[in-house]
């Protein structure tokens, strides 16, 4: 099983970046599929979570300027990030999700800073 995410990076305040997540190895439809967060010194948190069936869940510091999206088609979940904050940056993993299994991307780094 392989995730792999992309599409961290340095943006301003105020900026918008979009990561991609592409999974190999599992039957993605049926898994729900989800982005969590991790700054230094803090615990991970889940960021947004899309469930097999399209439902989708948000942190309440990320409505509104984060959107969560899947292409079953071509095995990728997306993270489309609006407004960025400084208190935004972290370390980004992807994670996808059934009730027998559970896997981790690698993670990319997402950091705001003027």
């Known amino acids: 099983v392989q995730l792999v995410e992309s599409g961290g990076g340095l943006v301003q305040p105020g900026g918008s970046l979009r990561l991609s997540c592409a999974a190999s190895g599992i039957v993605f439809r049926f898994y729900a599929m989800g982005w969590y967060r991790q700054a230094p010194g803090k615990q991970r948190e889940l960021v947004a979570r899309?469930?097999?069936?399209?439902?989708?869940q948000y942190a309440e510091s990320v409505k509104g300027r984060f959107t969560i999206s899947r292409d079953n088609a071509e095995n990728t979940v997306y993270l489309q990030m609006s407004n960025l904050k400084p208190e935004d940056t972290a370390v980004y993993y992807c994670?996808?999700?059934?009730?027998?299994?559970?896997?981790w991307g690698q993670g990319t780094q997402v950091t705001v800073s003027s």
């Open positions: 994670n996808a999700d059934q009730a027998i299994a559970t896997h």
């Open positions: 899309i469930t097999s069936s399209g439902s989708m």
